[in-house]
């Protein structure tokens, strides 16, 4: 797996307070908040469309039972 630097700016208090908590390794704690960010978004994105795809979808005038029906009469 490759990785790559993305930097951001912190307030110069925010930075200080996190320089007094000695025993959090901040890296590993932000990378984990923004993987956990980006698979919410994702996920978030992936249900938005599939909603418009659902939306767009002509409506199935018969229902499951029937299908499953139809399917095996034809076997």
């Known amino acids: 797996m490759s990785t790559s630097v993305y930097s951001i700016r912190l307030d110069d208090r925010v930075r200080r307070m996190m320089d007094e908590i000695r025993d959090v ?6 990378r984990e908040a923004v993987e956990k960010m ?10 938005a469309e599939a909603r418009q795809l659902r939306i767009r979808m002509l409506p199935i005038e018969s229902s499951a039972a029937e299908m499953i029906r139809e399917d095996r009469d034809a076997r």
């Open 25 to 30: 390794n901040w890296q590993a704690e932000i």
């Open 38 to 47: 980006v698979r919410e978004k994702k996920k978030h994105h992936f249900l």
